[in-house]
């Protein structure tokens, strides 16, 4: 059974940074791609960033320059360096895994709140 275990949400100032990670634990297949989405109250889910097994980027254009995706491949694990927080990006944010037969795995989402 695979398990996605998220950390680092909570409440910071606008302006302020958190970083987030992701392990990957359980009998997991080779992962292929590792994302970050999230869901604000109200809205659709959305794709925040996302990285390759190559190590390709892509971001969203609300988070370009201000959030960084990283990831650990020996460790399964994928992080979420925020900075420049905004109170629009109040959110939970969930992690996402997809192995190598397109199979995805969600997490159990970790809250972050951005005061203003």
């Known amino acids: 059974q695979v398990q996605l275990v998220e950390s680092g949400g909570g409440l910071v100032q606008a302006g302020g940074s958190l970083r987030l990670s992701c392990a990957a634990s359980g009998i997991i297949f080779r992962i292929n791609a590792m994302r970050w989405h999230r869901q604000a109250p109200g809205k659709q889910r959305e794709l925040v960033a996302g990285i390759s097994s190559g190590g390709s980027t892509n971001y969203a254009d609300s988070v370009k320059g201000r959030f960084t995706i990283s990831r650990d491949k020996d460790a399964n694990t994928v992080y979420l360096q925020m900075n420049s927080l905004k109170p629009e990006d109040t959110a939970v944010y969930y992690c996402?895994?997809?192995?190598?037969?397109?199979?995805?795995?969600w997490g159990q989402g970790t809250q972050v709140t951005v005061s203003s």
């Open positions: 996402m895994v997809v192995d190598v037969l397109s199979r995805s795995y």
